[in-house]
């Protein structure tokens, strides 16, 4: 059997902040390196940094900017000055758009709390002068406006193990699936596709691929292209739920099954302990799936060898070891 690919052709194209890459362009001369960021994943992808406060023409340093005004349509100004910078970004904002999406960039990590680059919860000022933690970051707002169907994250969710597994699975899907679209909509490429991906996306939303699975059904009946697009509205949608425990043990349950002429009984015994201490929280998931990746390797199971849900991703990352 053909080992399967862990990475993808070519590095995936990330858009990052950034300061979290090292860069001192904070307002203060200051940088927030993340060296997950740089040196872990930094290995996998090829990230785009993006300071939007420094190539709006603000120097460094600078005064501290803050957004006010309307949590839907906040300005951006200076904090001591009220030197109004909105109009600036955001007219930079278009051509930089326009660049990233050249660059065909699979996601973006933002700066959590920017009033620039934040994702969420990023303060906007009333009249009062009181803050309410509800907007987005000017330039966040815009790239999320331009790209709905790309994994955002920013980096204080990405301390949460479940949040970085999650977005890191769906940027190298995602991936897959551009590379996919690449060498031709056709009904089979859509169908191997959709097959190697079944346990992926069963634990992320079990009724969301029965809903694909009979979309799939179709090709080759319908009009590709639309099925193309509509069946990819649905693996965004899939992705964007969360990993669960429980929905882990149901797939590894169902890995299981592909064994029950094989297994020894105390193999078998073996492995479904290893699956209930991982539901009782005593083992991260990688140790289950470690498991069940020897077993297939020794059972010569080459549909479960091809299923990216045991390897979506490289595993020197060692995601599932903290989940």
Known sequence: MKKQENQTNGKIKLGIAKCLLGHKVRYDGSQKLDRFLRDTLGGYVEWVPVCPEVETGMPVPREAVRLVGDVDAPRLVGRKTGEDWTDRMQKWGSKRLKQLEEQNICGYVFKYGSPSSGMTRVKVYADNGMPRLEGNGMWARMVMDRFPQLPFEDDGRLHDPRLRENFISRIFTLKRWRETM?????????????????????SHNEVIYRAMGKLVAQAGTDKTDVLFS??????????????????????????????????????????????????????????PMTMINHYVRKYGKEYLERQYYLHPYPAE???????
């Open 182 to 202: 690449a060498t031709g909509h056709t009904p089979g490429k859509l169908v191997e596709f959709h097959t190697r991906h079944k346990m992926l996306i069963m």
């Open 230 to 287: 509509q069946y990819f509205e649905m693996l965004f949608k899939a992705l964007s739920y969360k990993h669960t425990v429980k929905k882990n043990v149901n797939v590894l349950t169902h890995a299981v099954g592909f064994f029950k002429k094989d297994l020894t009984s105390s193999e078998k015994v073996e492995l479904l302990e290893l699956i209930d201490q991982y539901q009782k929280g005593l083992v991260p998931l990688i140790v």
């Open 317 to 323: 990352l060692m995601l599932r070891n903290h989940v």
